[in-house]
């Protein structure tokens, strides 16, 4: 199994998490996104993923992009340990949270947006820093109420267990702490982050432990 990843992509970051938290083994294909280099955009890599993103699974012969289809890909082809519920009505708040960062805040701060609004556009920085965090305010504001409802039943978004609404919101806190979003309202979602970040599959997927994690900005 090979993921092709960037160490500060947050789709790529959640997948790594999913793989970690399954006890997968895999190898991580470093595809620089820096501009002047953007491996993605290259020949080999475009004939390999068409959408020229990251993260791509490569499974056997198998091979899918966009994080949200690994991470069900992950789940029905090894469903043990589950990182979904029982409950079908469970499962369904999970994949509407997971949804509720990585099609509604993600995709407005990811970085061809970024790339767009300093580049074409030419904002100015607190023009930019002021994009970014609304996003994430907009976002969080509903992610803390759903992770607040399930506070009493553990010390992660949904309870006792890992879920891949953790696998989506760890990401997704550490770039509001990278652009220093103020996150004093959002107790809970730091809380989640911080227990899930006590454990070893966390720890190995984060950012910095990645190969390419050297890498400029």
Same mark, same amino acid.
């Given at each position: 199994?090979?993921?092709?990843?960037?160490?500060?992509?947050?789709?790529?970051?959640?997948?790594?998490?999913?793989?970690?938290?399954?006890?997968?083994?895999?190898?991580?294909?470093?595809?620089?996104?820096?501009?002047?280099?953007? #491996?993605?955009?290259?020949?080999?890599?475009?004939?390999?993923?068409?959408?020229?993103?990251?993260?791509?699974?490569?499974?056997?012969? &198998?091979?899918?992009?966009?994080?949200?289809?690994? *991470?069900?890909?992950?789940?029905?082809?090894?469903?043990?340990?589950? *990182? *979904?519920?029982?409950?079908?009505?469970?499962?369904?708040?999970?994949?509407? &949270?997971?949804?509720?960062?990585?099609?509604?805040?993600?995709?407005?701060?990811?970085?061809?947006?970024?790339?767009? *609004?300093?580049? #074409?556009?030419?904002?100015?920085?607190?023009?930019?820093?002021?994009?970014?965090?609304?996003?994430?305010?907009?976002?969080?504001?509903?992610?803390?109420?759903?992770? @607040?409802?399930?506070?009493?039943?553990?010390?992660?978004?949904?309870?006792?267990?890992?879920?891949?609404?953790?696998?989506?919101?760890?990401?997704?806190?550490?770039?509001?702490?990278?652009?220093?979003?103020?996150?004093?309202?959002?107790?809970?979602?730091?809380?989640? @982050?911080?227990?899930?970040?006590?454990?070893?599959?966390?720890?190995?997927?984060?950012?910095?432990?990645?190969?390419?994690?050297?890498?400029?900005?």
């Amino acid at each position: 199994m090979k993921l092709y990843s960037y160490w500060r992509s947050s789709a790529a970051y959640r997948v790594r998490i999913a793989l970690n938290l399954k006890g997968l083994d895999h190898e991580i294909i470093p595809v620089s996104l820096l501009p002047g280099i953007a #491996e993605h955009r290259q020949d080999n890599y475009r004939a390999r993923n068409p959408q020229m993103l990251v993260p791509f699974l490569e499974d056997g012969s &198998f091979s899918t992009g966009q994080s949200l289809a690994i *991470l069900e890909y992950l789940e029905e082809m090894y469903p043990e340990p589950s *990182l *979904l519920p029982a409950d079908a009505q469970k499962r369904a708040a999970v994949r509407s &949270f997971c949804n509720s960062i990585c099609c509604d805040i993600h995709p407005l701060n990811n970085l061809r947006v970024m790339q767009y *609004l300093k580049g #074409e556009l030419d904002v100015s920085d607190e023009q930019f820093e002021a994009w970014y965090a609304h996003w994430i305010h907009e976002g969080f504001k509903a992610a803390e109420t759903a992770a @607040t409802n399930f506070a009493d039943a553990g010390q992660f978004v949904f309870g006792e267990s890992v879920s891949l609404a953790d696998s989506c919101l760890i990401p997704q806190v550490y770039n509001a702490r990278r652009f220093k979003v103020p996150l004093d309202d959002y107790p809970r979602l730091i809380a989640v @982050t911080d227990a899930c970040n006590k454990l070893e599959a966390f720890i190995q997927a984060a950012p910095e432990k990645q190969p390419d994690g050297t890498d400029a900005d």
